[in-house]
């Protein structure tokens, strides 16, 4: 719903189309082979995972997200839900404004993959995987037009994020809790291609009146 959401604020419309429509026809697919059972089942069991969660039956340590790094520090599933919920207005906020601007695709996209591993509250380390798209695509962008201080330093620590998610969960306590180092770094990744993207940000060209006349 996020990519949805930001092909509508960016106004990419034919793509907007497109994607609507093969979802479409995947449901109207899925129906036809499965019958209305599916359909049935998907939504009884879809808040399961998320009971799963809340009770710990899932394992927090390989699970870089807001809500399980808040349940790892010893919070409960209020605290959880309130703090997921303020990082998912932060997110949808940012993919807005970097959608409806005039800054290259390449960092638009970059904010874009970071918000879906931050949106949503369920989520494994063989997610991050995604992580090599916005990583590569801010590299290339500090490589042509210049770095900030600490840029190679922030882009090393989400390449090694994957490695260390679990391995610091398991040595680091804090207060009665764990420390899941997952969602500051997404966090720092994000606030960072927010920055780029506003210093990137494509002005229009003014045109002389000379230019205009002829």
């Known amino acids: 719903m996020l990519v949805l959401f930001a092909l509508l604020v960016g106004r990419f419309w034919k793509t907007l189309i497109a994607a609507l429509a093969t979802s479409l026809m995947l449901m109207f697919a899925s129906y036809i082979v499965f019958g209305h059972e599916v359909w049935h089942t998907y939504f ?3 808040s399961l995972p998320m009971k799963l969660l809340e009770i710990g039956w899932a394992p927090w340590s390989i699970m870089p997200t807001f809500f ?3 349940l790892s520090a010893g919070f409960d599933a209020k605290a959880a839900y309130l703090v997921q919920g303020m990082v998912m207005l932060v997110v949808i906020g940012g993919v807005a404004w970097v959608w409806m ?3 290259n695709l390449a960092l638009r996209g970059s904010v ?3 918000s879906l ?3 949503t509250p369920y989520a494994f380390i063989h997610e991050l995987a995604l992580m090599a798209l916005p990583l ?7 490589r ?12 090393l620590c989400g390449w090694l994020m994957p490695f260390t998610v679990s391995l610091m969960w398991d040595s680091v306590n804090i207060l009665n809790g764990k420390l899941q180092i997952g969602p500051p770094v997404l966090m720092a990744l994000f606030l960072f291609a927010l920055i780029k993207a506003k210093m990137r940000t494509l002005t229009p060209r003014k045109i002389s009146p000379e230019a205009s006349q002829a």
């Open 68 to 70: 399980a790094a808040t």
């Open 144 to 155: 042509v037009r210049g770095r900030l201080p600490g840029e190679l330093i922030l882009l």
């Open 44 to 46: 009884t069991v879809m």
């Open 101 to 103: 601007s005039k800054t």
């Open 112 to 114: 874009l993959t970071l």
């Open 136 to 142: 590569g695509w801010l590299w290339e962008d500090g």
């Open 117 to 119: 591993l931050m949106f």
